[in-house]
């Protein structure tokens, strides 16, 4: 489940990024992308943690 939830909000943010008119070579669309992943990687862990 959490990977269909982590898919789906890369697949928003990244339409948001190329209708704001950022291309996928600019820094700031790899950045939000980075920073997406690194997010539900620590919700996973701590999710782990509590177990």
Known sequence: M???V???VLILE???MC???YAIT???WWAV???TI???F???LFDRMEE
């Open 26 to 28: 600019t820094w700031q």
């Open 14 to 16: 990244s339409t948001v």
């Open 38 to 40: 690194l997010y539900a």
């Open 6 to 8: 982590s898919s789906l």
């Open 2 to 4: 959490m990977t269909v």
């Open 19 to 21: 209708s704001m008119g």
């Open 42 to 44: 620590a919700l996973l």
């Open 33 to 35: 992308i980075l920073l």
